[in-house]
């Protein structure tokens, strides 16, 4: 584990291999260490470079309200100091929105992004939507950490055979600080970037598990007002696909990258 001191703080991060840049961009209450299973494939043949966000894993903690834009304003940072961009960026849910506005606030640093269970927008457009959000601030508040996570493992690796998951999931989203969990979280409903991101040629691949949180048809509608984008379903995956199907995942990332590496600038 390596630390870097950006505007935005103390960030953790680490650094494998060589070759095209790709830099990897986790979710709500996740870490850099879900993204193992990818590290140690695209490491191979890719400079891989996989970041704390703010409030996460062992970057610095979060004592105030943030924004996605200021998440991506932190990603910016990194790419910036590390002389790495124009580069191949991976996020999965809310690294995956942190994508989406990095592709919209400072496209010149994305030169093709993968985005994984994840959108350009979380709308409150229904109750439902509405009662999930409160329901999860709610637990978080009242019971925290610990009861969350049991009950998102059991989301997340429904089958018996998960349990060595369900495990690591839970231990990993449990020790989360509570603080900076209910701010990164707060920091996700209601907001959007698809304006801006309708307006980018970047490549964008959309990669969802079949048994995502969202349904499939709401990524296919969100993929068709994109200028340059496409959809790939991974089957038998839910939320958490890099660790599912870390296999299929790996295989979709290793041809997106080699299709748009020729193209990188030297």
């Not at 989360?176 to 698809?194: C, K, Q």
Request: with cysteine; proline share 7%; hydrophobic share 45%.
């Amino acid at each position: 584990m390596d630390y870097i001191t950006l505007p935005g703080g103390r960030f953790a991060y680490i650094r494998e291999g060589h070759g095209v840049p790709v830099l990897l961009l986790h979710g709500l209450g996740s870490s850099l260490l879900d993204w193992q299973p990818q590290i140690d494939c695209l490491a191979h043949s890719c400079c891989v470079y996989a970041l704390d966000l703010r409030g996460h894993g062992e970057s610095e903690p979060l004592r105030a309200p943030i924004t996605i834009a200021e998440m991506a304003a932190d990603v910016a940072a990194f790419i910036e100091a590390k002389q790495i961009g124009p580069c191949i960026v991976a996020g999965i849910s809310m690294g995956g929105m942190v994508a989406f506005q990095l592709l919209a606030d400072r496209p010149q640093l994305v030169h093709a992004a993968a985005v994984i269970n994840s959108a350009p927008s979380f709308p409150l457009d229904s109750w439902r939507i509405r009662a999930q959000v409160w329901l999860r601030l709610t637990l978080v508040r009242l019971f925290g950490l610990p009861a969350l996570a049991g009950m998102l493992a059991n989301k997340l690796f429904p089958k018996p055979e998960q349990q060595a998951l369900r495990d690591l999931v839970s231990e990993r989203i449990a020790g989360n600080d509570r603080t900076s969990y209910l701010h990164a979280m707060r920091a996700i409903p209601g907001w959007s970037t698809l304006p801006a991101v309708q307006m980018r040629d970047t490549p964008v691949l959309v990669i969802a598990g079949d048994r995502d949180y969202t349904p499939l048809a709401y990524k296919e509608a969100y993929v068709r007002e994109l200028r340059n984008a496409r959809l790939e379903v991974v089957e038998d995956s839910g939320h958490a696909t890099p660790l599912d199907q870390p296999e299929r995942l790996n295989a979709l990332l290793l041809d997106f990258i080699a299709e748009h590496s020729a193209t990188l600038p030297a």
